[in-house]
């Protein structure tokens, strides 16, 4: 590996854990695509503090942007509160109408400085190694990776710092702002950090790996766990990973790397979204066949214990006979007396059935809860 | 360039009547549908259809090697209809929420259609960026005849069966489960609609662009939901704006330089949701601002009367004048206690006795007694 290879893999990682963190939150609280909504107007805030300045490395390019974030969330409130349309319209509405100023702006105004819309929403992790960070003529790195690691930082303090507020407000709103934490603030908060997060990778990575790093790692840790500390964790380590395969597989495509990762996030999410134990679409499947036989098992349990010492119970408990009294196919119903023999819930003699104690324990148990 | 120059262009120049033509079938298309989508809580879908149907667009050029449009739009949709089918099963089987699937969706297939296109750009030579990178942000001023004709005859299927199962999407729109108890297959149904929908988010991806189209489909409906409550009325609206939208955006892009066609597109919509949530009657918020003040104002009007009323009670003679400062202490910081009075006065229910107090005319008490004393006489007036 190259040193330029190590430096775009260190970036890719640092910005995928900086995302993973305030996103966990976005999934959770069900804002999931505020982040969509920020990551495309954050672009109004970059031109026009680019005009003030005329300095794409200005520091006020990223203050001016994350303020574009909070003003976009406090707009989508301000008309949703209006009550004339919903919140998913007003998401709808005002991040399209933002990222349309900030485009046609660059387009009339900015179109000879490097200044363009594919590399903005696209981003270019591939130059991003040339541009250094130098202190007293020192080469400390690339700036890209400072920034980054800065915001990640960031995050990591502030998560520590309001972790119980978080956790709070994200499982039980109503019980937070009782408790007297200000659901206002606390959203705020998250809404800040959501943007300067967004601000930082968006130079680096583009708005699209921002939305792909800040859901698809959480979702898919939601698939895995019940608690919030491993799915932080998890969702870091996820998009770590995303990083580093999304890198070698844009290196051995030849094409973009931020659209590779992005790509990656989306395949260890349908690996998840299908073989997580308990809640892969293979787990319920197979949840679902289990519970359809013991279902069935418990059925014939009750049945037979039903006609138990009855004058009926000779011909009740014949295994022909089943296919009568509980609408069960033939085969279907020897596989279930099959399976429930093996068990150990009932014997057969001459194709009639008898329970064991087993079995009419089972049957009285199904009875009573 | 003039208005009427323009005017004149727009009939009779070749390029700017395929523009317009098409951006009009456009915003028609995406308006109709669009006002389902907004209206069954599925504004953001949008966004993830047209994202997702990047790849599409993509991987029909590997397979075809061809930049017709109907190939395409047919591997877009392909595409965009798979994107959908994923959220509705990620939601339906997982405890994922809605918004994180499409948030999914949206950034997975779109950065599957990133790969696919810096592939095909690096590795296929006759693939120059302009064919394809007009996804991205939408070029209206490629649009050719070809092109409008084959929108035109696509949207004019979609609009035909929008027509033909009216009262059943409309049924599903509004009430889901009584449509299922009427036996209504509501999966069928769902699915056609959505159908409907990709296609037509598909059909606008030329013109306005794989970032923006989103915006098409949920402006045009958001500005005509404001004007009315009516199903067909608002479809009607909404494709109205959207073509409003469309033509305009359009004509102000080519008719400026630099301008690019998706992002002015969608600032002419936005621009008429703006109009629409101010001025709409009845939902508008200037109507809504004149009715609340309209209201304090007549509540204003009784609060004084009552009070009046009430010092008439307790005097012998109900028109026994009292001291402004008297009905100022009752009105208990309630501001505008003159000017209350003398439109009491204008009505003819309070006269004025010098120096400066006030009290009830007899048939400005009469209406108080009725008023007060029987507070559902008015209710059953109005009956």
Redesign the interface.
Known sequence: MTTPQIEIQLIAAVTAVACALPGVFL?LR????M??AIS?SILVGIVLAFFVTEDLASPLLIVAAALTGIATVSLVELLNR?G???E??A???VF??L???G??LI??YA?NVHLD??SV??GELAFAPFDRFELFGYDLGPQALFLMGGILLLNIVFLLVFYKELKLAAFDAGLAAALGFSPTLLHYGLMSLVSVTAVGAFEAVGS??V??L???P??TA??LTNRLATMLWLSALIGIISAFCGYW??HW????I??????M??LI?GLV?LFAPE?G?LA?AQRRRRQRWEFAQTMLVIHLLNHEGLPDAETESRVAHLSEHLRWEQDFAKQVVHQAERRGLLQQHNATLALTDQGRELARQAFVA | MNLAQLLYDLFFDYTLRTVALGSALLGIISGTLGAYAVLRKQSLLGDAISHAALPGIAVAFLLTGSKAPLALLIGAAIAGWLGTLLVNSVVRNTHIKDDSALGIVLAVFFGFGLVLLTYIQKHIPTATQAGLNKFLFGQAAALLERDVITMAIIGGIVLVLVGMFWKELKLLTFDREFAASQGFPTRALDILLTTLLVVAIVIGLQTVGVVLMSAMVVAPAAAARQWTDRLGRMIFLSATFGALAGVFGALLSSSVKNLPTGPTIVLCASTLVLISMLFAPNRGLLWGWFRRRQNRHKLHLDAQLHDLYTLALQHNDPEHAHSIVVLRAMAAGRGGVRHSLEELAKLGLARHHEPDSWSLTPKGYQVAQQRFNDPLSEGAVTI
């Not at chain 1, 495509?253 to 973009?256: A, G, N, P, Y």
């Open positions: 999934v069900r804002m999931a695509l982040s969509d495309h209006t004339l349309v919903r998913d319209a998401i709808g509405l399209p109408a990222f349309s100023i485009v046609i387009a009339r179109g819309t594919d929403l696209l699209i790996l939305v792909a800040m859901i698809v959480p979702a939601a698939l597989a844009a495509l030849d094409s973009s931020a659209g590779s990762m992005a790509t996030t989306g999410f979204f809640r679409l319920i």
